[in-house]
Every structure is written in C-alpha cells, then in structure tokens.
C-alpha cells in the first residue's frame, strides 16, 4: 500500500475522533501501520503499556468469570474438559474476543489451546 492510500486511509478516519483524542490516535496509528523504520523509544514505552493494559484487564475479566462460576482461574489454563471449567473458559473468549478483538489464536495460545 502505498503512502498517499495510508494517508487517505487516516485522515478519512480522523474526521470520526474527537480533537481531544487526536494525540493518542497518532500515536497508536504510528504503531499499527506498518513501515520500515524501527520503533522509537516512546512508541516502545506506549506498546508496553497497551500489552500490560490488555494483560490487566484480561486478568480482571477471569477473576470475575471464574468467581461467578466458582472455580479457580488456574483451572483455566488447564486441560480438563470439566463442564464448569469449559463452559467458563467459552464465557472468558466471547468476552474478552468481543470487548478487545484479540484474534482467537492468540486467545488459544494464551490458555494453552
């Protein structure tokens, strides 16, 4: 793709933010498109926090499903086939695949799947 279609591409979408996110758009829209130079050492900084943000939240979300369904979320990482650990564990994806739109494979890999 080239230069003037990304450009395009972005400015069609900075007409849908808000000016007070414009800031963090560019600096996520840095991260996400793909060029050749390497990242700098605040757009590092930014991943890093947007990996443990997910990882954060990720954990949250399975202390609450694992509360509810009244297991330990150890369990989840484990390869039983248990009606309660399963059926927690299929609640845990739709939620997190549906709130974050993390690929499933990642998802898999993950809880060892």
């Given at each position: 793709?080239?230069?003037?279609?990304?450009?395009?591409?972005?400015?069609?979408?900075?007409?849908?933010?808000?000016?007070?996110?414009?800031k963090r758009f560019n600096q996520?829209?840095?991260?996400?498109?793909?060029?050749?130079?390497?990242?700098?050492?605040?757009?590092?900084e930014i991943k890093k926090e947007?990996?443990?943000?997910?990882?954060?939240?990720?954990?949250?979300?399975?202390?609450?499903?694992?509360?509810?369904?009244?297991?330990?979320?150890?369990e989840l990482y484990n390869k039983?086939?248990?009606?309660?650990?399963?059926?927690?564990?299929?609640?845990?994806?739709?939620?997190?695949?549906?709130?974050?739109?993390?690929?499933?494979?990642?998802?898999?890999?993950?809880?060892?799947?």
């Amino acid at each position: 793709m080239n230069t003037r279609a990304i450009r395009a591409i972005k400015n069609e979408i900075i007409d849908m933010i808000p000016p007070t996110h414009y800031k963090r758009f560019n600096q996520l829209w840095e991260l996400v498109v793909p060029n050749s130079k390497q990242l700098s050492s605040e757009q590092e900084e930014i991943k890093k926090e947007i990996t443990n943000e997910r990882d954060k939240f990720w954990l949250c979300v399975e202390d609450k499903v694992c509360s509810q369904m009244g297991i330990n979320s150890v369990e989840l990482y484990n390869k039983t086939r248990v009606r309660e650990v399963t059926q927690s564990r299929q609640i845990l994806w739709w939620i997190i695949y549906n709130t974050s739109r993390v690929s499933l494979q990642a998802l898999g890999k993950r809880y060892y799947k």
